[in-house]
């Protein structure tokens, strides 16, 4: 069984056990998080398709990791004008464990 949730404006296909890379949410290592946006659940013929989403159905999560991503460089160049801009930017994020998924 698996459930389609949203979350950070992406959405994500996820099972039980499953560990996801999320937007950056508030909290700390440990923290427990219900995500009530289910878009989709089921498996197969059994699969449940919300309108724009499910009521009645969460996802159980827990916080694993909060951390920052690798370094993404944006360099902007105009040819034979002498400008060049190198800037630098880490996403912070969020990794979720799949405890359960309520349906």
Known sequence: MY????TGGKQYKVALGD???VEKIA???GDSVTISD???VGEGDDLKI???VLEDVS???KIVEQKRDK???VFKMK???NYRRRQGHRQSFTRLEIKAINA
């Open 79 to 81: 040819r034979r004008k």
């Open 3 to 6: 459930a389609v949730i949203r």
């Open 71 to 73: 370094k993404v460089i």
């Open 59 to 61: 996802v159980e999560t």
């Open 38 to 40: 289910v878009l989709a």
């Open 19 to 21: 560990k996801v890379k």
């Open 50 to 52: 919300g309108y724009p």
């Open 27 to 29: 909290g700390v290592i």
